[in-house]
């Protein structure tokens, strides 16, 4: 299985700060990668796939970038609603798996 | 609107079963690869099982570990996917979630399966 170990396990940051979130996969992937936004009691969103692409309605402080096989969201201009976990999986081979989460909060 | 809308949780003990379905609307289902995925209670997520569409034979992948005592299968008819889970072990204990799309860009808001003597 691919494994997908995901860093920091948590971060604290003030509003309008860049934060960068990372995840290396133990294999390569091929840019399969996606990452997914959860809130308190709420189902994951998906923020961004293929490594790069922006889902529709998700705010362009969102990006994603990749170097061989490691991956990384980067918020920008961080927002108050950005508190969140934040989680990345790999959609390139079975069985999917997914990173340990990174739990963001604001100061 | 896509709606997805999971049902069938609960608390069980050690050893039985549980059938968990999912009902979809606002797009295609015939045509959809629907999957299972469980969030446990240290918020690990974990997918579990996919099912593809009739053209694709209704080709079915499992996650090992649960291969064997989880059954995915969908009715095109009902535009609905279930989960059947045997055996049900304490650490299968989660929140079940159905998604559509690869990855998963809709999520149902997931059912509670506790297992617990």
């Known amino acids: 299985d691919i494994q997908m170990t995901q860093s920091p396990a948590s971060l604290s940051a003030s509003l309008g700060e860049t934060v960068t979130i990372e995840c290396l996969a133990s294999?390569?992937?091929?840019?399969?990668l996606a990452w997914y936004q959860q809130k308190p009691g709420k189902s994951p969103q998906l923020l961004i796939y293929?490594?790069?692409s922006l889902q529709d309605g998700v705010p362009s402080r969102f990006s994603g970038s990749e170097s061989g096989t490691q991956y990384s969201l980067e918020i920008n201009s961080l927002q108050s609603e950005d508190a969140a976990t934040y989680f990345c999986?790999?959609?390139?081979?079975?069985?999917?798996?997914f990173g340990a989460g990174t739990k963001l909060e604001l100061k | 609107e896509v709606q997805l809308v999971e049902t069938g949780g609960g608390l069980v003990q050690p050893g039985n079963s549980l059938k968990l379905s999912c009902a979809t609307s606002?797009?295609?289902?015939?045509?959809?690869?629907m999957n299972w995925i469980r969030q446990t209670p240290g918020k690990r997520l974990e997918w579990l099982a996919q099912?593809?569409?009739?053209?694709?034979?209704?080709?079915?992948s499992y996650l090992e570990s649960v291969k064997g005592r989880f059954t995915i299968s969908r009715d095109d008819s009902k535009s609905s996917v279930y989960l059947q889970m045997n055996n049900l072990k304490e650490e299968d204990t989660a929140i079940y979630y159905c998604?559509?799309?690869?990855?998963?860009?809709?999520w149902g808001q997931g059912t509670l399966v506790t297992v617990s003597s």
């Open positions: 998604t559509w799309g690869s990855p998963f860009a809709y």
């Open positions: 606002g797009f295609t289902f015939s045509t959809a690869w």
């Open positions: 099912i593809e569409d009739k053209s694709n034979n209704y080709f079915i």
């Open positions: 294999e390569d992937i091929y840019s399969n």
């Open positions: 293929d490594a790069s």
């Open positions: 999986q790999q959609h390139h081979d079975y069985p999917y798996t």
